[in-house]
Protein backbone atom coordinates (compact mmCIF):
# COMPACT_ATOMS: atom_id res chain seq x y z
CA UNK A 1 0.00 0.00 0.00
CA UNK A 2 2.40 2.84 1.04
CA UNK A 3 2.32 6.51 0.23
CA UNK A 4 1.12 7.04 -3.02
CA UNK A 5 2.97 9.25 -4.84
CA UNK A 6 2.09 10.81 -8.32
CA UNK A 7 5.07 13.35 -10.13
CA UNK A 8 4.26 14.51 -13.20
CA UNK A 9 1.68 11.73 -14.27
CA UNK A 10 4.63 8.92 -12.50
CA UNK A 11 2.79 7.19 -9.81
CA UNK A 12 4.73 5.10 -7.03
CA UNK A 13 4.23 3.80 -3.80
CA UNK A 14 6.93 4.50 -0.79
CA UNK A 15 6.95 4.95 3.20
CA UNK A 16 7.32 7.89 4.83
CA UNK A 17 9.79 6.62 6.66
CA UNK A 18 12.77 3.39 6.55
CA UNK A 19 16.11 2.66 7.20
CA UNK A 20 18.99 0.42 5.53
CA UNK A 21 21.23 -2.02 6.17
CA UNK A 22 23.78 0.53 6.51
CA UNK A 23 21.97 2.47 8.83
CA UNK A 24 20.91 5.60 6.92
CA UNK A 25 17.42 6.67 7.91
CA UNK A 26 15.66 8.09 4.97
CA UNK A 27 12.26 10.02 5.26
CA UNK A 28 10.37 11.88 2.97
CA UNK A 29 11.19 15.62 3.58
CA UNK A 30 7.72 16.98 4.94
CA UNK A 31 8.82 20.81 5.21
CA UNK A 32 8.63 20.83 1.76
CA UNK A 33 5.53 19.26 0.50
CA UNK A 34 3.38 19.36 -1.27
CA UNK A 35 4.84 21.50 -3.75
CA UNK A 36 8.72 19.14 -3.52
CA UNK A 37 9.36 15.67 -3.24
CA UNK A 38 12.17 15.19 -1.33
CA UNK A 39 13.70 12.55 0.70
CA UNK A 40 16.08 13.39 3.67
CA UNK A 41 19.08 11.32 4.66
CA UNK A 42 20.06 11.01 8.05
CA UNK A 43 23.51 8.86 8.26
CA UNK A 44 23.80 9.02 12.03
CA UNK A 45 21.39 9.65 15.59
CA UNK A 46 22.26 13.34 15.72
CA UNK A 47 21.06 13.86 12.47
CA UNK A 48 17.83 11.69 12.75
CA UNK A 49 17.27 13.74 16.09
CA UNK A 50 17.89 17.24 14.02
CA UNK A 51 15.13 15.69 11.48
CA UNK A 52 12.32 14.93 14.33
CA UNK A 53 13.13 18.30 15.90
CA UNK A 54 12.69 20.28 12.47
CA UNK A 55 10.04 18.75 11.31
CA UNK A 56 11.30 17.25 8.54
CA UNK A 57 9.57 13.76 9.65
CA UNK A 58 6.54 15.02 11.93
CA UNK A 59 3.02 12.61 13.48
CA UNK A 60 3.28 10.70 16.68
CA UNK A 61 3.81 7.12 14.99
CA UNK A 62 6.01 8.36 11.89
CA UNK A 63 8.61 10.26 14.90
CA UNK A 64 8.30 6.71 17.21
CA UNK A 65 10.00 5.02 14.53
CA UNK A 66 12.65 6.66 13.42
CA UNK A 67 13.33 7.25 17.54
CA UNK A 68 13.49 2.98 17.43
CA UNK A 69 15.96 3.41 14.12
CA UNK A 70 18.19 6.38 15.73
CA UNK A 71 18.90 3.55 18.88
CA UNK A 72 20.44 1.60 15.98
CA UNK A 73 22.09 4.20 14.17
CA UNK A 74 23.76 5.71 17.69
CA UNK A 75 24.62 1.70 18.80
CA UNK A 76 25.99 0.80 15.44
CA UNK A 77 29.24 3.27 15.90
CA UNK A 78 30.31 2.66 19.47
CA UNK A 79 33.58 1.48 19.77
CA UNK A 80 33.80 -0.72 23.30
CA UNK A 81 33.82 -4.00 23.40
CA UNK A 82 32.31 -3.71 26.60
CA UNK A 83 28.44 -4.25 27.47
CA UNK A 84 28.43 -2.34 30.47
CA UNK A 85 30.08 0.95 28.88
CA UNK A 86 28.47 0.50 25.68
CA UNK A 87 24.97 0.21 27.33
CA UNK A 88 25.99 3.95 29.35
CA UNK A 89 27.52 5.15 25.77
CA UNK A 90 24.28 4.15 23.71
CA UNK A 91 21.63 5.69 26.62
CA UNK A 92 23.88 9.80 26.47
CA UNK A 93 23.70 9.05 22.99
CA UNK A 94 19.96 9.37 22.93
CA UNK A 95 19.62 12.12 25.10
CA UNK A 96 19.65 14.29 22.21
CA UNK A 97 17.09 12.34 20.44
CA UNK A 98 14.80 12.40 23.67
CA UNK A 99 14.96 15.93 23.80
CA UNK A 100 13.89 16.72 20.37
CA UNK A 101 10.11 16.56 20.71
CA UNK A 102 8.37 16.04 24.12
CA UNK A 103 4.63 15.29 23.44
CA UNK A 104 4.62 12.32 21.44
CA UNK A 105 4.94 9.27 24.04
CA UNK A 106 5.93 6.91 21.11
CA UNK A 107 9.28 8.03 21.02
CA UNK A 108 10.13 7.45 24.15
CA UNK A 109 8.04 4.41 23.97
CA UNK A 110 10.18 2.76 21.24
CA UNK A 111 13.47 3.99 22.58
CA UNK A 112 13.13 1.92 25.36
CA UNK A 113 11.53 -1.18 23.70
CA UNK A 114 14.73 -1.04 21.52
CA UNK A 115 17.03 -0.55 24.45
CA UNK A 116 15.41 -3.39 26.72
CA UNK A 117 15.66 -5.83 23.22
CA UNK A 118 19.37 -4.91 23.20
CA UNK A 119 20.16 -4.71 27.27
CA UNK A 120 18.26 -8.78 27.04
CA UNK A 121 20.99 -9.59 24.83
CA UNK A 122 23.59 -8.92 26.81
CA UNK A 123 27.22 -8.27 24.22
CA UNK A 124 28.32 -6.00 21.96
CA UNK A 125 28.45 -7.86 19.04
CA UNK A 126 25.23 -8.99 18.98
CA UNK A 127 24.12 -5.74 20.41
CA UNK A 128 24.12 -3.54 17.11
CA UNK A 129 22.29 -6.32 15.03
CA UNK A 130 19.77 -6.47 17.85
CA UNK A 131 19.05 -2.76 18.08
CA UNK A 132 18.99 -2.69 14.02
CA UNK A 133 16.48 -5.65 14.12
CA UNK A 134 14.13 -4.63 16.92
CA UNK A 135 13.89 -1.46 15.27
CA UNK A 136 12.96 -2.59 11.74
CA UNK A 137 10.20 -4.78 13.58
CA UNK A 138 8.32 -1.83 15.13
CA UNK A 139 8.51 -0.84 11.52
CA UNK A 140 6.99 -3.06 10.41
CA UNK A 141 4.20 -3.82 12.59
CA UNK A 142 3.05 -0.18 13.25
CA UNK A 143 1.79 -0.54 9.77
CA UNK A 144 -0.33 -3.86 10.17
CA UNK A 145 -1.20 -2.00 13.59
CA UNK A 146 -2.42 0.95 11.13
CA UNK A 147 -3.95 -1.65 8.76
CA UNK A 148 -6.14 -2.89 11.57
CA UNK A 149 -7.15 0.47 12.94
CA UNK A 150 -8.52 1.31 9.05
CA UNK A 151 -10.39 -1.78 9.42
CA UNK A 152 -12.05 -1.01 12.74
CA UNK A 153 -12.41 2.85 12.16
CA UNK A 154 -13.95 2.21 8.73
CA UNK A 155 -17.02 0.30 10.29
CA UNK A 156 -17.28 3.79 11.41
CA UNK A 157 -18.08 5.15 8.39
CA UNK A 158 -21.36 5.22 6.14
CA UNK A 159 -21.50 5.32 2.62
CA UNK A 160 -22.26 8.88 1.84
CA UNK A 161 -20.71 10.47 5.27
CA UNK A 162 -18.69 13.81 5.09
CA UNK A 163 -16.17 13.61 7.87
CA UNK A 164 -13.73 16.24 9.17
CA UNK A 165 -9.76 15.60 10.53
CA UNK A 166 -7.56 18.07 11.76
CA UNK A 167 -3.74 18.00 11.37
CA UNK A 168 -1.96 15.00 9.73
CA UNK A 169 -2.41 11.76 11.05
CA UNK A 170 -2.52 9.52 7.73
CA UNK A 171 0.55 7.82 5.94
CA UNK A 172 2.65 10.94 6.23
CA UNK A 173 2.53 10.85 10.51
CA UNK A 174 3.41 7.07 10.72
CA UNK A 175 5.75 4.50 8.31
CA UNK A 176 2.17 3.80 6.63
CA UNK A 177 -1.77 4.20 6.29
CA UNK A 178 -1.58 6.36 9.63
CA UNK A 179 -4.29 6.64 12.54
CA UNK A 180 -7.17 8.61 11.70
CA UNK A 181 -6.93 8.73 7.84
CA UNK A 182 -6.77 5.18 7.76
CA UNK A 183 -10.46 4.41 8.93
CA UNK A 184 -11.05 7.21 5.48
CA UNK A 185 -8.85 5.14 3.31
CA UNK A 186 -9.82 1.94 4.07
CA UNK A 187 -13.86 3.29 3.88
CA UNK A 188 -12.66 4.35 0.17
CA UNK A 189 -11.21 1.33 -0.84
CA UNK A 190 -14.44 -0.09 0.11
CA UNK A 191 -16.05 1.93 -2.46
CA UNK A 192 -17.94 4.22 0.59
CA UNK A 193 -18.28 7.65 -1.08
CA UNK A 194 -16.90 9.41 1.42
CA UNK A 195 -16.52 13.45 1.58
CA UNK A 196 -13.25 14.81 3.79
CA UNK A 197 -13.20 18.27 4.75
CA UNK A 198 -9.77 19.41 6.04
CA UNK A 199 -8.80 21.51 8.49
CA UNK A 200 -6.02 23.79 7.67
CA UNK A 201 -4.18 23.60 11.03
CA UNK A 202 -2.32 26.38 11.70
CA UNK A 203 0.72 27.27 12.07
CA UNK A 204 2.65 24.42 10.71
CA UNK A 205 -0.47 23.73 8.09
CA UNK A 206 -0.64 20.09 8.19
CA UNK A 207 -3.72 19.92 7.04
CA UNK A 208 -3.59 22.10 3.86
CA UNK A 209 -0.62 20.75 2.94
CA UNK A 210 -0.42 17.37 3.93
CA UNK A 211 -3.61 15.59 4.60
CA UNK A 212 -5.09 17.51 1.32
CA UNK A 213 -1.51 15.78 -0.28
CA UNK A 214 -2.90 12.46 1.06
CA UNK A 215 -6.07 12.71 -0.05
CA UNK A 216 -5.37 13.61 -3.34
CA UNK A 217 -3.00 11.50 -4.41
CA UNK A 218 -5.72 8.63 -3.25
CA UNK A 219 -8.06 10.31 -5.10
CA UNK A 220 -10.21 10.83 -2.07
CA UNK A 221 -12.68 13.79 -2.46
CA UNK A 222 -11.74 16.89 0.23
CA UNK A 223 -11.71 20.51 0.86
CA UNK A 224 -9.79 22.34 2.75
CA UNK A 225 -11.20 24.72 5.33
CA UNK A 226 -10.08 27.48 7.62
CA UNK A 227 -9.09 26.10 11.28
CA UNK A 228 -11.98 28.61 12.74
CA UNK A 229 -15.04 27.43 9.81
CA UNK A 230 -15.89 23.94 11.47
CA UNK A 231 -18.50 24.92 13.79
CA UNK A 232 -19.97 26.78 11.20
CA UNK A 233 -20.26 23.34 9.05
CA UNK A 234 -21.12 21.14 12.34
CA UNK A 235 -23.90 23.06 12.98
CA UNK A 236 -25.09 22.99 9.59
CA UNK A 237 -25.04 19.34 9.84
CA UNK A 238 -22.83 18.90 7.37
CA UNK A 239 -20.31 16.57 9.24
CA UNK A 240 -21.48 13.42 10.63
CA UNK A 241 -18.01 12.66 12.45
CA UNK A 242 -14.42 14.10 13.51
CA UNK A 243 -11.41 11.38 13.14
CA UNK A 244 -8.19 12.77 14.84
CA UNK A 245 -5.21 11.09 15.85
CA UNK A 246 -3.27 11.47 19.14
CA UNK A 247 0.19 12.43 19.95
CA UNK A 248 -0.02 11.26 24.02
CA UNK A 249 -3.37 9.60 26.03
CA UNK A 250 -3.35 9.50 29.74
CA UNK A 251 -4.74 7.14 31.40
CA UNK A 252 -8.18 8.51 32.00
CA UNK A 253 -8.57 8.53 28.44
CA UNK A 254 -7.73 12.53 28.40
CA UNK A 255 -6.02 13.01 24.79
CA UNK A 256 -3.24 15.26 23.77
CA UNK A 257 -2.94 16.31 19.73
CA UNK A 258 -2.25 19.17 17.67
CA UNK A 259 -3.37 22.27 18.86
CA UNK A 260 -6.92 23.21 18.29
CA UNK A 261 -8.22 19.44 18.88
CA UNK A 262 -9.82 20.52 22.40
CA UNK A 263 -11.99 23.25 20.35
CA UNK A 264 -13.31 20.67 17.53
CA UNK A 265 -14.39 18.43 20.46
CA UNK A 266 -16.24 20.66 21.93
CA UNK A 267 -17.85 22.09 19.13
CA UNK A 268 -19.00 18.23 18.33
CA UNK A 269 -20.00 17.13 21.39
CA UNK A 270 -22.53 20.91 21.20
CA UNK A 271 -23.53 19.59 17.32
CA UNK A 272 -23.93 15.77 17.80
CA UNK A 273 -20.98 14.92 15.91
CA UNK A 274 -19.00 11.77 16.50
CA UNK A 275 -16.08 12.70 18.16
CA UNK A 276 -12.81 9.71 16.94
CA UNK A 277 -9.64 9.48 18.47
CA UNK A 278 -7.60 6.99 16.37
CA UNK A 279 -4.59 5.51 18.04
CA UNK A 280 -2.37 2.51 18.07
CA UNK A 281 -2.09 1.28 22.16
CA UNK A 282 1.68 2.56 22.00
CA UNK A 283 -0.35 6.05 22.43
CA UNK A 284 -1.78 5.61 25.92
CA UNK A 285 0.64 6.24 28.83
CA UNK A 286 -0.68 4.04 32.11
CA UNK A 287 1.70 6.65 33.91
CA UNK A 288 -0.08 9.71 32.65
CA UNK A 289 -3.26 9.65 34.61
CA UNK A 290 -4.36 12.56 33.57
CA UNK A 291 -4.30 15.05 30.72
CA UNK A 292 -2.53 17.64 32.99
CA UNK A 293 0.38 15.25 33.39
CA UNK A 294 1.30 15.10 29.43
CA UNK A 295 4.01 17.43 28.68
CA UNK A 296 2.88 19.98 26.25
CA UNK A 297 5.39 21.14 23.36
CA UNK A 298 6.34 25.00 22.80
CA UNK A 299 7.78 26.05 19.57
CA UNK A 300 9.29 28.83 17.68
CA UNK A 301 7.47 32.44 17.14
CA UNK A 302 8.25 32.37 13.99
CA UNK A 303 5.81 29.60 12.76
CA UNK A 304 3.23 32.04 13.63
CA UNK A 305 4.75 35.02 12.24
CA UNK A 306 5.68 33.42 8.85
CA UNK A 307 3.92 31.00 6.18
CA UNK A 308 5.58 29.68 2.89
CA UNK A 309 5.17 27.84 0.35
CA UNK A 310 5.52 28.73 -3.67
CA UNK A 311 4.67 32.23 -5.72
CA UNK A 312 3.02 32.78 -8.96
CA UNK A 313 6.16 32.36 -10.37
CA UNK A 314 6.91 29.06 -8.89
CA UNK A 315 9.69 29.88 -6.77
CA UNK A 316 9.60 29.09 -3.18
CA UNK A 317 8.93 32.09 -0.60
CA UNK A 318 8.80 32.52 3.05
CA UNK A 319 6.60 35.93 3.91
CA UNK A 320 5.81 37.58 6.96
CA UNK A 321 2.49 38.21 7.85
CA UNK A 322 2.27 39.61 11.45
CA UNK A 323 3.96 42.91 12.46
CA UNK A 324 7.53 43.11 13.61
CA UNK A 325 6.67 44.41 16.86
CA UNK A 326 4.15 41.52 17.89
CA UNK A 327 4.90 38.48 20.05
CA UNK A 328 3.44 35.31 19.73
CA UNK A 329 2.14 31.92 21.82
CA UNK A 330 2.78 28.84 20.31
CA UNK A 331 1.74 25.65 21.87
CA UNK A 332 1.12 23.12 19.18
CA UNK A 333 -0.58 20.49 21.07
CA UNK A 334 -3.73 20.81 23.37
CA UNK A 335 -5.44 18.21 25.95
CA UNK A 336 -9.39 17.00 24.66
CA UNK A 337 -10.58 15.53 28.28
CA UNK A 338 -11.88 11.95 27.81
CA UNK A 339 -15.41 13.11 28.15
CA UNK A 340 -15.76 14.56 24.68
CA UNK A 341 -14.27 11.62 23.05
CA UNK A 342 -16.99 9.51 21.65
CA UNK A 343 -14.66 6.30 20.85
CA UNK A 344 -10.85 5.69 20.78
CA UNK A 345 -10.47 3.09 17.28
CA UNK A 346 -7.00 0.67 18.31
CA UNK A 347 -5.78 -1.77 16.46
CA UNK A 348 -7.37 -3.98 19.25
CA UNK A 349 -10.86 -2.76 18.82
CA UNK A 350 -13.25 0.12 19.40
CA UNK A 351 -12.91 1.27 23.14
CA UNK A 352 -15.96 2.79 24.86
CA UNK A 353 -16.25 4.66 27.94
CA UNK A 354 -16.15 4.24 31.06
CA UNK A 355 -12.06 5.32 29.39
CA UNK A 356 -9.96 4.34 32.41
CA UNK A 357 -11.67 0.89 33.17
CA UNK A 358 -11.82 -0.03 29.22
CA UNK A 359 -8.42 1.18 28.76
CA UNK A 360 -6.86 -0.87 31.30
CA UNK A 361 -8.53 -3.50 30.14
CA UNK A 362 -7.34 -3.49 26.67
CA UNK A 363 -4.02 -2.62 27.68
CA UNK A 364 -3.45 -5.43 30.39
CA UNK A 365 -5.71 -8.03 28.13
CA UNK A 366 -2.99 -7.21 25.00
CA UNK A 367 0.63 -7.60 24.65
CA UNK A 368 1.62 -3.82 25.48
CA UNK A 369 2.99 -3.42 28.65
CA UNK A 370 4.11 -0.45 30.15
C1 LIG B 1 0.95 15.65 14.66
C2 LIG B 1 -0.36 15.36 15.31
C3 LIG B 1 -1.05 14.11 14.89
C4 LIG B 1 -0.68 13.02 15.87
C5 LIG B 1 -1.20 11.65 15.46
O1 LIG B 1 1.63 16.76 15.18
O2 LIG B 1 -0.81 16.05 16.20
O3 LIG B 1 -2.44 14.26 14.92
O4 LIG B 1 0.73 12.98 15.94
O5 LIG B 1 -0.33 11.09 14.53
P1 LIG B 1 3.02 17.24 14.54
P2 LIG B 1 -0.16 9.52 14.28
O6 LIG B 1 2.77 17.47 13.08
O7 LIG B 1 3.35 18.49 15.29
O8 LIG B 1 4.01 16.14 14.79
O9 LIG B 1 -1.10 9.22 13.16
O10 LIG B 1 1.26 9.38 13.84
O11 LIG B 1 -0.45 8.78 15.53
Not at 146 to 168: P, Q, S, W, Y
Request: glycine share 8%; charged share 25%.
Amino acid sequence: MHVRVKIDGNEMEIRTVWMEENRVVKMIDQRKLPHRFEIFESPDHKTTAFAIKEMIVRGAGAIGVVAAFAVAQAANTIRTSNFEEFMKELNNRLDVVRASRPTAVSLFYNINRVLSAVRKCGNVDEAKDVAYDEAQRIAEESVEICRKIGEFGAELINDGDTVLTHCNAGALAFVDWGTALAPIRMAHYQGKEIKVLVDETRPWLQGARLTAWELEMEGIEHYIISDGAAGYFMRKGFIRSVFVGADRIAANGDVANKIGTYSLAILAKTNNVNFYVAAPLETFDLNCPNGDNIPIEERSEDEIFYVWGLDDEGAWRRVRIAPFGSRAHNPVFDVTPHEYVTLFITEKGLVKPPFKENIQLLIRGGSHKK
